[in-house]
């Protein structure tokens, strides 16, 4: 494959998957293809090798940001709950 850089939402660029409940943190993918119906073919480039069935996934364009911060949610974040045993 030839080593050119796209630019987002363009094929072949890298994209930011947004968190859910499956996936707690942003997750870095490359766009594969544009499908007719407005969806992206997407590669998970962090995808471990036991999840080779899931590294390619079909996924709406507002599930894709340019950038981490854009994919991550804001607002205000809570505190870990840490309860001291006695």
């Given at each position: 494959?030839?080593?050119?850089?796209?630019?987002?939402?363009?094929?072949?660029?890298?994209a930011?998957?947004?968190p859910?409940?499956?996936?707690?943190?942003?997750?870095?993918?490359?766009?594969?293809?544009?499908?007719?119906?407005?969806?992206?073919?997407?590669?998970?480039?962090?995808?471990?090798?036991?999840?080779?069935?899931?590294?390619?996934?079909?996924?709406?364009?507002?599930?894709?940001?340019?950038t981490?911060?854009?994919?991550?949610p804001?607002?205000?974040?809570?505190?870990?709950?840490?309860?001291?045993r006695?």
């Amino acid at each position: 494959m030839l080593a050119l850089e796209a630019e987002f939402p363009q094929v072949g660029s890298t994209a930011w998957l947004k968190p859910n409940r499956d996936r707690p943190e942003a997750e870095p993918v490359r766009i594969l293809q544009h499908n007719r119906d407005g969806t992206r073919l997407i590669s998970r480039t962090t995808a471990w090798p036991r999840e080779a069935s899931t590294a390619n996934l079909r996924v709406e364009l507002d599930q894709l940001t340019a950038t981490p911060e854009e994919a991550m949610p804001r607002g205000p974040r809570r505190a870990p709950f840490n309860r001291k045993r006695r």
